[in-house]
């Protein structure tokens, strides 16, 4: 269990106390902050307060985080690409169709339970569960690159990183259409859709800055091999901005068009690239990942002018 004491100061003026500690506290995700709150484990001036209370100047906040707790997963020797690995961190090549959290659908069969396996006890134990070191996700479909913290300063450290956009990372993607630009960047807002809660969407409501920069590597006519690069992390980013721009993610159900090239089995979205400073040694450490079969076969399709959308 861990009590972190804070005296605000007029930056924090006005701002609600279950948004204010996430970025006090690190990795505490909201939602695991409201809990906190609801237990009673956050007092303000010596009492306590409710989640929507508004933070003052001079206000003395303590917070206690419980102790993580085991997570309902089983470890299962499962193969993995690991990358690179020491003893506080390791970077794993994640295949297309594998799942990164067990969840209601798939209770098994995922990174984590890889993980399990993989390192027993040596994984981080962040917002108060043992979620094996997942510092960032990348979806079910997407293929690619994945750093994996073994112990909670090094989550810690890698998750601020990502906050302050120093943690370097970059997607190639198959888009439909034909980006004429050889450049161009995409700087709208992400929150969840008005119109389907299970989709994300350009929107001004409730929403997060997101930043997506796109580099032309070769044009197919009516696909263009891309890369992206990303200064914010947001869920569904690059699907979301290629789709708003009219050049949604060739093979995404969620985002593309309605007749899905079926043979991608989910969008052909691959992160090659990942940079990042060594939590514990400050070294700069860089990785690139081959694209991965799935990839380069649509790819020598499309050279060989067989596909036409």
Not at 32 to 49: F, P, R, T, Y
Not at 58 to 72: F, H, R, S
Not at 190 to 202: E, T
């Amino acid at each position: 269990m861990d009590k972190f004491t804070f005296t605000l100061d007029e930056s924090a003026a006005g701002e609600r106390l279950d948004k204010l500690l996430p970025s006090l506290v690190g990795e505490l995700t909201r939602s695991a902050v409201q809990k906190i709150i609801d237990d009673g484990g956050v007092s303000v001036n010596g009492k306590a307060e409710n989640k929507k209370y508004k933070c003052k100047e001079g206000d003395t906040v303590i917070i206690t985080v419980p102790d993580a707790k085991p997570l309902e997963a089983k470890a299962q020797d499962i193969p993995i690409e690991i990358v690179y690995e020491d003893d506080d961190l390791l970077v794993v090549n994640k295949p297309k169709g594998m799942v990164v959290h067990p969840a209601g659908g798939n209770p098994d069969g995922t990174l984590v339970n890889a993980l399990l396996f993989h390192c027993g006890d040596s994984l981080s134990g962040i917002n108060g569960v043992i979620r094996p070191g997942i510092v960032h996700r990348i979806d079910k479909d997407t293929s690619g690159l994945l750093i994996v913290a073994k112990n909670d300063t090094a989550h810690l450290s890698l998750a601020e990183q990502i906050k302050e956009h120093s943690f370097s990372r970059a997607y190639e993607a198959v888009v439909y259409g034909n980006i004429k630009e050889d450049s161009l960047t995409v700087n709208q807002p992400i929150g969840r859709s008005p119109k389907d809660r299970k989709k994300m969407a350009v929107t001004m409501k409730n929403s997060k800055n997101a930043t997506t920069h796109i580099d032309v590597l070769e044009r197919f006519g009516s696909f263009t091999h891309i890369r992206c690069t990303l200064e914010t992390g947001r869920t569904h980013q690059i699907r979301v901005h290629c789709s708003h721009i009219g050049h949604p993610v060739a093979g995404d159900a969620v985002y593309g068009p309605k007749k899905v090239i079926t043979e991608l089995n989910g969008q052909c979205l691959h992160a090659k690239h990942i940079g990042f400073e060594h939590p514990k040694t400050g070294e700069w450490l860089e990785f690139e990942s081959e694209l991965p079969q799935y990839f380069t076969d649509f790819l020598t399709k499309l050279k060989g002018g067989t596909e036409n959308g």
